[in-house]
């Protein structure tokens, strides 16, 4: 079971790029890495999920470096709602795995 | 399309008591979860149904915690008796499940309970 490691909080300003980097040293063959973004009294949602390589959606970037032991999130121009606690996860395809959430990375976003 | 519902979204019990938390997954996804979340800390698998199957129940505290999804749609996650410890927010979340890949789930609102 692939073990997530990422920073506790970052801070940022409004308008600025953030990069929320994830290792995951041990990720199996089959793993995905995805992430999920959770404010308070709310359910995680998710944001992006990838593979190998670059993933863009309409929210953020996934870069994965070819030995897939760590992943960036990248958001572009943060706002003050992009304030809230996102998690990396990796999990295997199929049902067969556990899903690990971690503790998560808290952003704030500063005005 | 509606999103996972869960109900009650609060709930206060007194310790040794029972108590019963319901969730209605998105219409046509397989695959339910529940999860347990204490604060400052990220959600914790406590069992997954394919269907009205239980295939991941490795971290239900079994002499306490039960489940069931009998029609393979509703679930209903129950906690007898519970202890202080309890006190947590419990999600649900579903996702389409099956095949070769990993689906997104998608997550209720929760419901956090307070053991006194």
């Known amino acids: 079971l692939a073990k997530t490691t990422q920073p506790i909080s970052m801070d940022s300003y409004e308008g600025q790029e953030v990069n929320i980097t994830c290792s995951h040293n041990n990720i199996a063959t089959n793993d995905y890495i995805t992430w999920y973004q959770q404010f308070p009294s709310q359910g995680p949602r998710f944001i992006i999920q990838?593979?190998?390589t670059k993933v863009t959606n309409e929210v953020a970037s996934l870069f994965i470096p070819a030995d897939r032991k760590s992943s960036t999130l990248s958001l572009p121009r943060v706002s003050l709602s992009d304030t809230a606690v996102y998690y990396c996860?990796?999990?295997?395809?199929?049902?067969?795995?556990?899903?690990?959430f971690g503790s998560g990375t808290q952003l704030t976003v500063l005005p | 399309e509606a999103g996972v519902v869960q109900s009650p979204r609060y709930k206060i019990i007194e310790k040794k008591q029972p108590v019963a938390f319901w969730c209605n997954p998105i219409s046509g996804h397989n695959t339910l979860y529940w999860y347990l979340q204490n604060l400052g800390q990220g959600p914790e698998l406590l069992i997954r149904y394919e269907n009205e199957e239980a295939v991941d129940d490795s971290q239900l505290p079994k002499d306490r915690f039960s489940a069931e999804r009998l029609k393979g749609v509703d679930s209903t996650l129950k906690i007898q008796p519970a202890e202080l410890g309890d006190s947590a927010v419990y999600l649900c979340a579903s996702s389409r499940g099956g095949g070769s890949s990993y689906n997104e789930q998608f997550f209720g609102p929760g419901t956090r309970l307070t053991v006194l």
């Open positions: 990838g593979y190998k």
């Open positions: 996860l990796v999990a295997a395809k199929g049902s067969a795995r556990q899903l690990t």
